[in-house]
Structures are given as structure tokens and as C-alpha cells.
């Protein structure tokens, strides 16, 4: 509204907007919470001066000379119903398209929450996905380095059995050169020979003993290490495998979101859509109302030589 303009013609002028673009009575509770300024007592007397224009503007005076009064009357009253049944067609049909726009609005904007309601409930989605991707890579790190644990521990048992080998070797060099000491000594004791064969067979014995526990020990380590490694590599192989189940979910989540985001866009431009044909309706309705008072006024022209004066204002029932 124009700055220049004073509140009693703001209040008239939106009288006029409610009325005749929406068909919506007046009343001053409407227009101060529309304009709100002034006091309340303003809205009440543009209200006054808005219907006593319109009264005005209503009113059909033909003043043509040497017209009888009865045809005058009878044409006053034929333009009167003319104009009338014209306002009450161009206004109901305003209202019907009004309305079925405003139902497919409220239609396009509920949809438009829904949507905006999936759309948060798919990016919560994909942030606790996001979070437990995070925790499951934690506990994949872990798994790896006690993988890497296991193998320092099957390396060490490794040099383990190494060093028992070496040990193993070193104790049968040293029985070979017992057995060739003991051989030489046999053939200048034969007693001590035996008694030597005795020490010699406990002696080897026992080391025969001790190796075949140093490599029953180092088996059986190399065996549980081989294990907990196999252990932990299924595990592993577990873990990345729900890391896939999620990775495809999150995938999927996301194109979820994308096709949500598509409807979106298409509901929006189906909404901008339809507020371009309410605009039009509303500039045909316009034009409608010129070519009904360019019709009247062709029709008061019936005597071009005599004077003659004419008012003819619109109204609305």
C-alpha cells in the first residue's frame, strides 16, 4: 500500500480487496488484523463508507429527454439484474477455484511435511549408521592390533623353536662324540665299558626324553598360537562382512533420501504450477469485469444528438 495514503483509505481500499478479489464480507475484527493500525473504532467507519460507495455506485440513473418514464424504469432495472447476475457468476466462480486451489495448497503442503518428516528421519538414520561405522571401524582397529599380537607371539615361539632345534643338534653332536669317546675307551676297559654303556644309554635317554618334550612344547604352542590366529581371522572376516551389510544399507538409506528430495522438487513445481493458473484466473476475472462495464456503457448510447448523463457503478449481493 502506498505511504501517502491515510488509515481510513488503507482500511477502504483492503475492504475492497477482501470483497471483491475474495468474496469475503468485511468485518472490523478481519480488517485490524489485516491492517492493524489506527484504533478500532477506524476499521467500523471505513466499513460504513465502504458499503455507502458501493450503495452509490449501485444506484442507475438514466436522464435522457423524451424517454419515457417506464421504459426508463424498465431499463434501469434490465441493466441493474444484467450487472448482478454477471457479479454473482464472476464471484462464485472465483470462490470455486479459490477454494480448489486452496484445498490443493494445504493438499501440497501436507505432503511437503511428510516429506520434510522422512527427510530428517532418513538423516538420523544415516547418522547413527555413520556412528556405529565409526564404533565398528574402533573395534576392527583393536582386532588388528591383537592379529598383529598374535603373530609377535607366534614369532616368538617361533625363534622358540628354533633355539630348541639348535639345542636339539648341539645335544646329538655331543652324544656322537660321548658314543666315539665311549668306543675307544671300551677297548681298554671292558668293566668300565659296560658301566660307560649303562651312563651313555640313561644319558641319551634322557636327552632323547627332553627333546621330544622341547618339541611336544614348542608343537603344541605353534598349534594354540595357529589357532587363535585362525580364531581371529574368522572373527575378522565376521566383522567385515556386517561392515558391508552396513555399508549397503547406508547405500541404500542415501538413495532413499535422493528420491525423497526428487518428489520434493517435482511437489514444489507442481505447486508453483498452480499458483500461476490462480494468478491467470484472476487477471481473466479482471478483464471479464472491463468488458461488462464497456458493455453497459455501449448500451446506455441510444440518442447521440441529446444530452444526456448516466451513472453505473458495480455491486455485489
Known sequence: ????????????????????????MPTPTRLYALVRKGSMSTPGKAIQEFLAQQKEKGRIELEIPEMPESLKTTFTEALKETWRIASQISSATAREQNEQHQR???????????????????????????????????????????????????????NRLAIATDQCEELKKQL??????????SHRMSQEHEQGLARLKDHENRALMEIERERQAANKAIKDATNALKLREDELRQRDDKLLELASELEESRRDLSAAKTKLEMTTANLQTIRISYEEQ???????????EQLSAK???????????????????
Do not use: W
Open 299 to 317: 448500451q446506455n448510447i441510444t440518442h447521440p444528438k441529446n444530452s444526456r448523463r448516466k451513472t453505473m457503478k458495480q455491486i455485489h449481493d
Open 282 to 292: 484472476t487477471r481473466i476475472n479482471g478483464q471479464l469485469k472491463a468488458q461488462l
Open 104 to 158: 490443493e495448497l494445504n493438499r501440497f503442503t501436507q505432503q511437503i511435511e511428510q516429506l520434510d518428516n522422512k527427510n530428517q528421519a532418513l538423516e538420523s538414520r544415516i547418522d547413527e549408521m555413520a556412528q556405529i561405522l565409526a564404533e565398528k571401524d574402533i573395534h576392527v582397529s583393536e582386532m588388528q592390533k591383537e592379529i598383529g599380537e598374535g603373530k609377535t607371539k607366534l614369532s616368538l615361539e617361533s
Open 176 to 185: 656322537d662324540k660321548a658314543r666315539h669317546d665311549f668306543i675307544a675307551e
Open 1 to 24: 500500500m502506498n505511504q501517502g495514503l491515510s488509515t481510513l483509505e488503507i482500511y477502504k481500499k483492503t475492504c475492497a480487496i477482501l470483497f471483491y478479489q475474495h468474496g469475503i
